[in-house]
């Protein structure tokens, strides 16, 4: 599906969710990431956990702790930038 922008005088965008809650689809992301970084089902759901418990805190610190703490793989620069 393709938007046509220019019919539209204005565009906002919403990173932070106080227009539109956009909570479930971070969260949504956060658990598909951890699946593709190679965790199960409960293993993602920590890194959600983990996320919601701490919302104020960067996700590169989130991931950071999801490899060392869940997965005990030593984070890369690449893994955690990529992510």
Known sequence: MRIELKKYKTIVFDCDGVILDSNITKIDSYFRTAKKLGGTDT???A???????FGGISRYSKFVWYLEAVL???PTKEAVQEY
């Open 47 to 53: 890194l959600v956990d983990h996320h919601v418990q």
């Open 72 to 74: 005990e793989q030593e």
């Open 43 to 45: 293993q993602a759901q």
